[in-house]
């Protein structure tokens, strides 16, 4: 039978659902429950507070940040508190400076399988250590700059005039550069020997790699002093707008009927308006123990 030509109402496995039958209407009223109770438990974990910090121009600043243990740690304890729900463990993922923490908790009521999901997204913002070496590197790394670039002009004028002088010496000084190009594309000997050349002239200004090596080490040890800061907001985020990147917490519920109890086999769709009252009710319930572990949920 088409379902477009019969009476029966299939929809998506995830609440919110949009149907107007008592099967939607208790689960979705159900699901805003634990939505409210999580963002209120939750609260505390992602509390904001001012941590010092320094800009790359070493100016200190104050960072509204949170700290993302206490954020595990409360997934610990509604892994705890939900007993009877099969937990899957703490998950982290991350593109560019964007990151979730989040967990699932899964369930079978009698036909129905419960897949709970509840999530923080956050931005993890990089920051000098407030500490005197980071002006000092700067500067140092300032300096440095400063120097190979008198240096650089020194030792290109230096392997200029030595290039110069051994084309010269060749009958070439007087070519065009398609032609002098030409040339050292067909003779394999000549640009050897002119790179010989210009490393001779390189080895002269042995301070400009010993710069190089300086400016190395001085970065290692600034990225040495970077620290990370969290931020993100108390606030409930749908699915869509948890895949667009904002910050926020979010949680929700895909409910699937098991057409099969031995294989475990599950329906991507629900006829909801033909879902019974007694099905509904245990789904329910399940749902309102959910609420009623987040309300208890407290951090040391």
């Keep these: 039978m088409n379902i477009l030509d019969s009476d029966a109402q299939f ?40 941590a010092d910090a320094m800009l790359g121009d070493g100016t200190v600043t104050q960072v509204d940040t949170f700290d993302p243990q206490n954020v595990q740690q409360f997934y610990q304890l509604l892994a705890s508190s939900l007993e009877d729900w099969k937990f899957g463990g703490i998950s982290k993922s991350a593109t560019e400076d964007l990151h979730r923490f989040y967990c699932q908790f899964t369930k079978e009521v009698d036909k129905y399988y419960i897949s709970g999901y ?69 003779d394999e000997k000549l640009v050897k020997e002119l790179d010989e050349k210009a490393s001779a002239v390189e080895s002269r200004f042995p301070e400009f790699g010993e710069m190089g090596e300086r400016k190395t080490r001085l970065f290692a040890e600034l990225n040495g002093l970077l620290i990370e800061l969290y931020q993100t907001s108390p606030v409930l985020i749908d699915y869509n707008r948890l895949m667009q990147g904002e ?31 007694d099905d509904t009710d245990a789904v329910v319930a399940e749902l309102d123990s959910a609420a009623k572990a987040l309300k208890k949920i407290r951090l040391p």
């Design 118 to 186: 509840f999530g923080v997204q956050f931005h993890v913002l990089p920051y000098y250590r407030v500490h005197k070496r980071v002006i000092d590197i700067q500067k140092e790394l300032a300096k440095i700059a400063d120097d190979a670039t008198v240096v650089f002009k020194n030792m290109t004028g230096a392997a200029d005039k030595a290039l110069a002088s051994e084309l010269e010496k060749r009958g070439y000084a007087s070519l065009e550069f398609q032609e002098l190009f030409t040339k050292m594309f067909d």
């Design 247 to 277: 910050e926020g917490v979010t949680s929700y519920f895909d409910i699937e009927h098991v057409k099969n109890k031995k294989t475990k086999a599950r329906e991507a769709y629900l006829d909801t308006a033909k879902i019974k009252k």
């Design 11 to 50: 929809l998506d496995v995830r609440a919110p659902f949009k149907g107007e039958d008592y099967f939607c209407s208790e689960v979705n009223t159900n699901t805003q429950k634990v939505e409210q109770a999580y963002l209120e438990a939750i609260r505390p974990a992602i509390a904001m507070r001012k």
